[in-house]
């Protein structure tokens, strides 16, 4: 198994800020931490993705939280839905050692990269034909700057 496609193995955060793992982050540190919104984060416990602790107004996230937002936001960029996202993130506990949740990723993982490799044939298709298109319209361009030329 490819090791770049183990998404939901590396959840070491890497925030630049050195903490002990039981420390917690404002909502604040983590947008600083990991360049979003506060709004993105409260979508995200909205969607019951991250679970910070509440004290009244104030959020604090845990180092759990902030293992998840890594995830998160990486398998946003991989181009998984956020439901994909919530099923693997789901399956962390499932109790054999990360297995399970391994290899549901693995095949999430394929099916995005076999997408992608889809959509990348499709656009050089594209491109083919409108390349072919803007040389037919040169052609017809010269073609006619040139019978224009001659009829002077």
């Not at 959020?59 to 998840?68: E, G, M, S």
């Not at 399956?91 to 990269?113: C, P, W």
Request: aromatic share 6%; charged share 35%.
């Amino acid at each position: 198994m490819n090791t770049h496609v183990t998404l939901m193995i590396d959840a070491e955060v890497n925030t630049g800020h050195t903490m002990s793992d039981d420390q917690v982050m404002t909502i604040r540190e983590m947008c600083d931490a990991f360049d979003v919104t506060p709004r993105t984060l409260r979508f995200y416990e909205q969607k019951e993705l991250l679970f910070p602790i509440r004290e009244g107004q104030k959020r604090l996230f845990t180092r759990r939280d902030r293992a998840r937002l890594k995830l998160i936001l990486r398998g946003k960029r991989f181009g998984f839905s956020l439901e994909e996202i919530r099923q693997l993130l789901d399956l962390y506990h499932v109790g054999d050692q990360q297995r399970t949740q391994i290899e549901k990723t693995y095949r999430v993982a394929q099916q995005r990269l076999d997408d992608l490799r889809s959509q990348r044939q499709q656009i050089d298709q594209a491109i083919r034909d409108l390349e072919e298109q803007m040389e037919w319209g040169e052609r017809v361009l010269a073609e006619l700057t040139q019978n224009q030329d001659a009829a002077e």
